[in-house]
């Protein structure tokens, strides 16, 4: 586990763990949506984008926590030799970006750039959830399917599963 993609719809809780797998690994952390927002919710160019996530790829060791596009994700996935899919019931998504749209008034979002407009982001994600849902996770699906073989593959399906995944971890039973 040297290269570890963390993906899935929005509000899984993909920030929280990619911030403890980190800590428990070491591995430098690389928050897709602080890379592609500035502080206040300004976006980077797509070239600056690319060339900042390019520059992730090539490095040796990462764990990359995010959407950021449909240009840099597969090549992403395709990239690291670890894929942490967190594909939680959608209600659960719809939940927890819920109470980050409430609690984001008073602590700011783990993972989200200074200053980030809480409810406009908040109501992307609600649109982004549905979407994601019908048209981007059964494909992530079809993908971990095709590569379960060749490299690490973490299918989380329930807040179980991630307690046991970043467990494992741990203990060093999972990299």
């Not at 993906?7 to 890379?35: C, E, M, R, Y």
């Not at 849902?133 to 807040?159: A, C, F, G, M, W």
């Amino acid at each position: 586990m040297k290269k570890v993609a963390v993906f899935g719809n929005a509000g899984g809780g993909k920030s929280t763990l990619s911030k403890k797998l980190s800590q428990i690994t070491g591995l430098p952390l690389h928050v897709l949506d602080k890379i592609k927002y500035q502080p206040g919710g300004v976006e980077l160019s797509d070239e600056d984008y690319k060339r900042a996530h390019e520059q992730i790829l090539v490095s040796d060791q990462w764990i990359i926590d995010g959407f950021g596009s449909m240009e840099t994700l597969w090549p992403r996935l395709d990239e690291a030799d670890s894929l942490v899919f967190i594909d939680l019931p959608l209600y659960l998504h719809f939940w927890w970006v819920t109470k980050r749209l409430i609690t984001g008034y008073f602590n700011p979002p783990d993972g989200w750039p200074k200053n980030s407009p809480i409810f406009k982001s908040s109501l992307n994600s609600y649109r982004v959830l549905f979407l994601c849902d019908k048209y981007l996770t059964p494909r992530y699906r079809e993908y971990i399917k095709q590569v379960k073989n060749q490299k690490n593959v973490y299918h989380l399906q329930s807040t179980q599963d991630i307690f046991q995944f970043l467990e494992s971890i741990e203990n060093g039973h999972g990299a």
